[in-house]
């Protein structure tokens, strides 16, 4: 079935290391995005990305890195420069509509990262 | 910022159409409305959207008033399984910036 996998679901790291949140999606969609949710809020935007080898920074990109070099995947580094980094975090991806800009988002499970 | 108001929460007793309005005011012309809700630590999930008509699906029904300013989403026979945080978003035009504010926690009773 078509879809947006993530992994791992949950993940645990010593303050100072980085991690990498893996993010796959088999939708042929060309948009990709990462979120990030904090207990009781809403999403927060990290980086998203219109098509392969070209993204760009959300609302919250410090202390965050991304790449892609293939369509389908779009994964997501905390590095140790984020300051607060226990959070749930969430991938999309959706079309590019040049009527409607985007479409609907379709997003994975979700990584649960939590920093001891 | 987002570019929708939502209550915060909201009760609705199971059987029951709940109706979840959403202020929208700054909407231009071209911009879509859509609502996503999110069950508890899972993603969220697409549930509708519209431009200016009416919509249905098999989910929900969206009533948009006729100046675009506001919209309603409607469950019509609520269920336990549909107590989440419903979201109300307008996306950037020409952007991909999608924000998603606080949404309403919808609280299905029995």
């Known amino acids: 079935d078509g879809g947006i996998t993530q992994s791992p679901k949950y993940l645990f790291r010593k303050e100072g290391q980085n991690v990498t949140l893996s993010c796959e999606q088999n939708l042929n969609h060309d948009a990709m995005y990462w979120y990030r949710q904090d207990p009781g809020q809403g999403l927060r935007l990290i980086y998203y990305s219109q098509i392969v080898n070209d993204f760009q920074k959300g609302d919250i990109a410090e202390g965050y890195s991304v790449s892609r070099e293939k369509k389908e995947s779009f994964p997501l580094t905390v590095t140790s420069a984020q300051k607060n980094p226990t959070a749930f975090y969430l991938c999309?991806?959706?079309?590019?509509?040049?009527?409607?800009?985007?479409?609907?988002?379709?997003f994975g499970e979700g990584s649960r990262l939590t920093v001891l | 910022d987002a570019k929708t108001t939502q209550p915060p929460s909201m009760d609705c007793a199971e059987g029951r159409a709940a109706n979840l309005p959403c202020n929208h005011s700054?909407?231009?012309?071209?911009?879509?409305v859509y609502w996503y809700r999110q069950i508890h630590s899972q993603g969220p999930q697409y549930i509708i959207h519209g431009l200016k008509n009416n919509e249905t699906n098999e989910m929900a029904s969206l009533i948009i008033t006729e100046d675009r300013k506001s919209s309603t989403l409607i469950l019509p026979h609520a269920t336990l399984r549909d107590t989440a945080v419903y979201y109300c978003i307008v996306p950037d035009t020409g952007g991909f910036k999608t924000i998603f504010g606080a949404g309403t926690r919808l609280f299905v009773k029995a």
């Open positions: 700054t909407i231009s012309g071209n911009e879509y």
């Open positions: 999309a991806s959706s079309i590019v509509d040049v009527g409607r800009n985007t479409g609907e988002l379709f």
